[in-house]
């Protein structure tokens, strides 16, 4: 079994996201909390930057909870930089406990499953989960040195310079709370193209939506939508096919943090990637549709490729994970 | 609060080690449950050899609790290379849940925190928790080209070719169980000698420990030991001033996974390091003690350095950290 029924209805109290300039200029620019028009975010690295952008919305999502730093028992994060530093060193700027956690561009997600059990399982009262990304790091580290300038191929997607952070704590009234979760298998359809992302990732979505769907016995119908974390546009495709081979129609419901995130043209190709898409759209858009009861069931399922450049060197296909959570209203 | 109580005794129901050459040889030879006398464990490279390491101490645990692997709902895993890429291609292997986690070296004691919610909190049945590092793969990311035959500076310590997992289950008699967890916070004392991490790790440790001594009202000596995970001969020493200054005597009954793991001669200095250092001498001497009654309590405390090279290159100082678990038998 791998889906988890959440008992006492551990509740999102606050939510805050910090996006960089591109994505403060994109379709969901009037629900970002925090745009920055410098990138570098005043600090004399990219790297540096980025450890601001998800302190600031680590800090953000604190105060907009209305609870105090020292009541926030630890912080679950994640990032896309090796070691995740983005994380352990914003952990650093804070006084609360750290979790590191890693599953690509599924962090999030991942992060959102075991917070949720540590509050409901009475282990903890108050905890905050956050990812990010940032396009400029990301290029560096994992394809090549920004002044390169490399041509990407049409099936790329461009990684979002973006951080979104949630408190979730014991029941409170009047929160969107989570209720149910399943945790990924590793997928590997063998695909090795590192620039195909959702190619790689929709089987595993598939993989994790349709376990979900029989061992909750819910349909894709139940939910006002199915939300995925950075499958792209081309991603998004595969998906929906997948499922409908599978004997599951999301056509209606189904929308992706990728898609959402830009006006998609020429440079972002198939849409938004990075483990801070999934957090910041959320955090920004979806959460403030709950919050104001426009939605009233949802699936948040973000889903991470697991290579790094080494193992693709090594001639490695790419596998990859997904991890979902269902947000509700009552 | 940062400490938690486990209601409901999550039982460590199996383990299992695997290790390399050099630590076949070592001081606890004898307990180790798999000893490779290859340390490419068969592969082409060290990474894949790694891989297929990790992959061999999760199927040994599962095995070892009697455990088929379809009863498994997760592996909550973590290794040093970048992208924890050991663990999800070890998780690709098995046909379990994946939730990847990363603390550097204290990412085992991290993954039994996390473990020992979901089961202690009814969430899942059975979930393996497990760590990996390995000399070859490390000492090429984080430091120099085998080939390069670096010197090392007498604080240096040397990286365990090791993996370690356990089987967590709800409570089963006669198994040892895991009654109380600290998460840690990042502490920075302003240490920036990558080769010091013994001196970088103590005061996580430090703060950690009293931490857990506060909060469960207990003291140093209501332990059979106290079990520190590679702080190596330097830090190990670190640790006891600290934690004397602190008005904890742990001088009698503190052992250190890195110092118990080599008969250290020149090589390796203060000992041995790295994320499979604690989990391999836990699963191969700690848990067998436990087991066998010799050990009533003991505190499992393992500290990461949360660096990467590019941070250290920045001109960082290094973030450290440490998770402690208690196991008890009744």
Redo the contacts between chains.
């Keep these: 079994?791998?889906t988890?029924f959440f008992k006492n209805k551990p509740s999102v109290i606050g939510a805050y996201s910090v996006v960089g300039p591109k994505e403060a200029e994109g379709p969901l620019k009037d629900y970002f909390d925090k745009k920055e028009t410098d990138d570098t975010f005043g600090e004399?690295?990219f790297?540096?930057g980025e450890i601001q952008m998800l302190y600031k919305a680590l800090r953000g999502a604190i105060k907009n909870s209305k609870k105090r730093e020292e009541e926030i028992?630890?912080v679950i994060c994640?990032d896309l930089?090796?070691?995740?530093?983005v994380s352990?060193?914003s952990?650093?700027l804070?006084?609360?406990?750290?979790?590191?956690?890693?599953?690509?561009c599924s962090t999030f997600s991942?992060s959102l499953?075991?917070g949720s059990?540590?509050i409901?399982?009475?282990?903890?009262?108050n905890v905050t989960c956050g990812t990010s990304s940032h396009f400029s790091t990301a290029e560096r580290?994992y394809r090549y040195p920004l002044e390169f300038g490399s041509i990407r191929p049409p099936q790329a997607q461009w990684t979002v310079t973006g951080a979104g952070a949630c408190v979730i704590s014991s029941h409170k009234e009047n929160f969107p709370y989570i209720t149910m979760a399943t945790?990924?298998?590793?997928v590997?359809y063998g695909v090795k193209d590192v620039y195909n992302m959702g190619a790689c990732m929709a089987p595993a979505g598939m993989d994790t939506l349709t376990t979900f769907f029989k061992e909750s016995n819910t349909n894709p119908s139940d939910y006002d939508l199915i939300v995925s974390g950075d499958l792209g546009a081309f991603g998004s495709r595969v998906l929906k096919d997948l499922m409908k081979e599978k004997g599951y129609d999301i056509s209606t419901n189904h929308v992706d943090c990728g898609e959402l995130i830009y006006a998609i043209a020429e440079d972002e190709y198939q849409g938004g990637s990075g483990a801070g898409c999934s957090s910041s759209v959320f955090c920004a858009y979806i959460y403030k549709l709950l919050k104001a009861k426009k939605l009233k069931k949802v699936i948040l399922m973000a889903t991470g490729a697991?290579?790094?450049?080494?193992?693709s060197q090594?001639g490695?296909s790419i596998?990859s994970?997904a991890h979902l959570v269902v947000l509700e209203n009552v």
């Design positions: 079994m791998n988890i004399k690295t790297e540096k028992d630890a994640g930089l090796n070691q995740i530093i352990s060193f952990a650093r804070l006084k609360t406990g750290f979790l590191g956690v890693y599953n690509a991942e499953i075991i059990a540590l409901d399982g009475g282990f903890l009262n580290q945790i990924g298998k590793v590997d697991l290579l790094s450049t080494l193992s090594q490695e596998p994970i």
